[in-house]
């Protein structure tokens, strides 16, 4: 339910940041002299630099290049001011890079004749509900994964935080405003990627993670990769959680409340594994869904999912164009290369994977700092590098944006001389929304707190101006924060609640619970 705070936001807009990560315009002739070491020597001292200056505590970094494993190394730590030595089998969390495993699992039931990419969504699951009944009628498979519904950005997803399950998050979409029309814009989703594993595992019997262990992970050699209800589990060689905040790298503990909250998004982004297992992940689509002479997925399907579908971004002066496609990005421009890639952000991880199909090299890169888009700039870094280019200084260039925008937070102004709230028993009572269900406000010491979902969760409102407060969960201040008006009726009680930010989720109204 509510309006994430500026240091939450900015960790999940790091899902896309499609405008900043742009392929580079031709600098030079590929060059001819220099050797893949030399390449790599440079690209790992660039890396380490700005692993530095970003307060990354941990990476890990694996390149393919001609259908080889031809780098793979950790740099810096598991644990900031501590922990062991990051390595190419170090697990981390790899966010939205999680996607591109959802149409993959489509692409082999599609392999398979068990559905079809231009199939209507409700011919496989007849209580898909979108709130526009000619879009219910027409979405198609090829639209759950294409980020074009014409919903607001990154609609509904803030459900995960509070608990809410799979089958709610789905059903969410039917009280979703929509922002556009359908398949007019690009807006970056989580919740049909839900709808896409729902279906499969309809036809599969097995669940997200079992399905791709027996048709993905296994047949690659990934054993490290997995997606575990609990989260990061603690290990000799598991990652731990950072985020920024301030100007700082923070660690966060191992019970920290919401460690869990990605899981909920299975399909989305809740995927654990390393470097190394992705490096053969990354091979099968460098090859076009074969490795080591072992064909898993169709060609064919193979570059549907690579395919533009959707327009995400251009900067047309440099000749350069990204779409999106099914769970990945084609980025082309008057560069000599065309690069495809997704990166993923947890909050408190960050990954990166990109490749060069006419190349036939690419690279994948885990961190251990949510919200901080080192590795994207890297990832330009690299494929400058690899294609005699002589790169611009990508990582310094967003730390200086960085820098200089300080971090402005979503929340308006608050007056210099706000007016004081009503007696605060007057907000209290049960608020209903067809999302978020019913929450409960309540006199709480000398304050107000809020419950909702499933999970629950505890939120402080804080007087911000007459009736208006600022709502903070108890545990996590720094990760939700939101701002909600109270309204009243004609008789001058409290009827309803708005939260700023939900508009478009059944209009961001919580109505008092007669």
């Not at 839900?194 to 279906?199: E, F, N, R, S, Y």
């Not at 000799?236 to 409340?257: A, F, I, S």
């Not at 979503?410 to 999302?435: M, T, V």
Request: charged share 20%.
């Amino acid at each position: 339910m509510p309006h994430p705070m500026r240091k939450c936001l900015m960790a999940l807009l790091s899902l896309l940041l499609f405008i900043t990560l742009c392929v580079s315009p031709a600098l030079a002739a590929p060059a001819q002299d220099s050797s893949l070491d030399k390449l790599l020597s440079r690209f790992e001292a660039y890396a380490e630099k700005n692993r530095q200056a970003f307060g990354v505590p941990g990476m890990s970094v694996a390149v393919v290049a001609g259908d080889k494993l031809v780098y793979l190394k950790g740099l810096g730590t598991t644990a900031l001011g501590g922990g062991r030595p990051v390595d190419g089998d170090t697990i981390f969390q790899i966010g939205s890079t999680s996607k591109a495993f959802t149409s993959a699992m489509v692409a082999l039931l599609a392999d398979q004749k068990k559905l079809a990419w231009d199939d209507r969504v409700i011919e496989h699951l007849p209580s898909f509900l979108m709130q526009d009944p000619w879009v219910t009628r027409e979405f198609l498979i090829k639209d759950l994964m294409a980020q074009h519904t014409g919903l607001a950005p990154h609609a509904g997803e803030m459900q995960a935080f509070f608990g809410y399950s799979q089958d709610q998050m789905i059903a969410s979409l039917a009280h979703m405003t929509p922002v556009a029309s359908f398949r007019s814009a690009y807006a970056y989703q989580n919740v049909p990627f839900l709808v896409a594993a729902k279906i499969a595992r309809h036809y599969s019997g097995l669940g997200y993670g079992e399905f791709l262990a027996k048709n993905i992970w296994q047949p690659l050699g990934m054993s490290r990769t997995s997606l575990p209800k609990e989260g990061l589990a603690a290990g000799d060689n598991v990652t731990r959680l950072h985020r920024v905040e301030g100007d700082k790298t923070v660690m966060l503990p191992q019970d920290w409340p919401y460690k869990s909250w990605i899981y909920l998004f299975g399909p989305a982004g809740g995927i654990n594994s390393t470097a190394k297992d992705m490096a053969q992940w990354l091979r099968l689509h460098i090859n076009r869904g074969e490795v080591d002479g072992k064909r898993l997925i169709s060609a064919k399907n193979m570059d549907f999912m690579h395919s533009p579908a959707t327009p995400a971004g251009s900067r047309l002066a440099e000749g350069e164009l990204m779409q999106y496609c099914q769970a990945w990005v084609y980025a082309r421009s008057a560069a000599p290369y065309t690069m495809i890639w997704h990166n993923g952000d947890t909050t408190v991880n960050h990954a990166m994977i990109a490749f060069m199909p006419g190349k036939k090299a690419g690279l994948v890169m885990l961190s251990n700092l949510g919200g901080v888009d080192m590795l994207d700039n890297l990832a330009r870094y690299f494929c400058d590098l690899y294609n005699g280019l002589e790169p611009k200084d990508y990582c310094g260039d967003y730390l200086a944006k960085l820098k200089k925008s300080g971090g402005e937070s979503e929340l308006p102004s608050r007056p210099k001389n706000p007016s004081p709230p009503q007696a605060l028993e007057r907000y209290a009572g049960r608020f209903h929304n067809p999302i978020y269900e019913t929450v409960t406000i309540s006199l709480k010491g000398a304050g107000l707190e809020m419950v909702l979902g499933p999970k629950p969760v505890r939120m402080k409102l804080s007087p911000w101006d007459r009736d208006q407060f600022l709502a903070q969960d108890v545990v996590d201040p720094v990760l939700v924060e939101f701002l909600l008006s109270f309204e009243s009726g004609p008789e001058g009680k409290i009827e309803r609640f708005r939260v700023a930010g939900l508009e478009n989720e059944a209009g961001g109204v919580f109505d008092r619970v007669k």
